[in-house]
Each structure stands twice: as C-alpha cells, then as structure tokens.
C-alpha cells in the first residue's frame, strides 16, 4: 500500500512531493484529513518549525483547544510551514496563536 505519511503517522507528518491518494498508510493508520473531511478546516502558516519535535509541539498545543478534531503539518525545515486544522466549530483566531505561541513558535499573519 502507498502512503505520504512519513515517520510516525500521529506526529500528521505528510510528503507533499508524493501524489499518493489512498486514505490508508502500510500500517493501516487512516489518513486525518480523510476523517475530519467533513469538519471546517483551516491552514495556517507557521515559522519557526525545524524538525518532528516542532511539528509534535504545535500539533499537541491545538489538539488542546475545544472543538479541534485533526491537526495536519507540512513541514518546510527553516521556513514557513502549512499547519491544517480541522474543528467541529470555527476556532477563535486569538486562541489559536496562543496556543502556536504557547509551543514555541509564530503565526505568520498576510
């Protein structure tokens, strides 16, 4: 089975080089955007992010706000990094770069 799941699938860690299209990795780990499809989602840009321990930082940090079902991260190494938030209500924008804040890192706003 194909997957752009890298490393460890719960750190939502994705290859956005691959055109891969299966909802399931090799492990049988389901793809998060595939489940919270139905939710509203979100993408946020991220500086600071460098490797997967930056990655499991942000994702625990807005896995704790209420409402939030699916955090997915691509990863740019040094840059700005596409953070993707799936929630069962929109989330206030104030809470969500507390918690960016809180793990260590900025949003970057347009």
């Known amino acids: 089975m194909c997957s752009t799941t890298t490393g460890n699938s ?15 990795d090799a492990h049988g ?7 919270a499809s139905t939710a ?12 997967s321990h930056c990655v499991a930082s942000v994702t625990e940090e807005l896995e704790a706000l ?3 079902e699916a955090v997915r991260v691509e990863l740019n190494a040094g840059g700005t990094s596409k953070v993707t938030v799936s929630s069962a209500t929109p989330l206030d924008a104030d809470a969500v770069r507390a918690a960016i804040d809180e793990a260590g890192y900025s949003l970057v706003t347009a």
Do not use: F, Q, R, W
Not at 40 to 51: K, Q
């Open 29 to 35: 780990h389901t793809d998060t955007a595939s489940v």
């Open 10 to 24: 719960d750190l939502g860690l994705t290859d956005k080089n691959s055109a891969c299209t299966c909802s399931t």
């Open 66 to 68: 209420d409402g939030v």
């Open 40 to 51: 509203p989602t979100v993408d946020y840009l991220v500086a600071g992010m460098t490797c």
